[in-house]
């Protein structure tokens, strides 16, 4: 089993920062992927931005220019520097691993954190 604990969110001024970090812990062969994902209320749960073992990344059109996803492989721990945050960033953030243990591949969920931007 994988888990994944985040930290980070919090309310904010339209224009401030704020930086999420997912750490991974468990029975982890290697991680794929990890990535963000943001479901503001009334909507669907959207990818925000993923970063796969390669290095590569790949955002939400939204958010390109404003957010980096960066990962730190020795801590299996992955961030999300969000900067000139909008109202519209407001959500609550999960992140996501795509993770390999000793027994099978799977998806895996963080708690979630919420980030408020005021206006």
């Known amino acids: 089993q994988v888990q994944l604990v985040e930290s980070g969110g919090g309310l904010v001024q339209a224009g401030g920062s704020l930086r999420l970090s997912c750490a991974a812990s468990?029975?982890?062969?290697?991680?794929?992927?990890m990535g963000w994902y943001r479901q503001a209320p009334g909507k669907q749960r959207e990818l925000v931005a993923v970063i796969i073992a390669g290095g590569s990344t790949n955002y939400e059109d939204s958010v390109k220019g404003r957010f980096t996803i960066f990962r730190d492989n020795a801590n299996n721990t992955v961030y999300l520097q969000m900067n000139s945050l909008k109202p519209e960033d407001t959500a609550v953030y999960y992140c996501?691993?795509?993770?390999?243990?000793?027994?099978?591949?799977?998806?895996?969920w963080g708690q979630g954190t919420q980030v408020t931007v005021s206006s």
């Open positions: 468990g029975r982890i062969v290697s991680i794929n992927a």
């Open positions: 996501n691993a795509d993770a390999t243990t000793s027994k099978y591949r799977g998806g895996y």
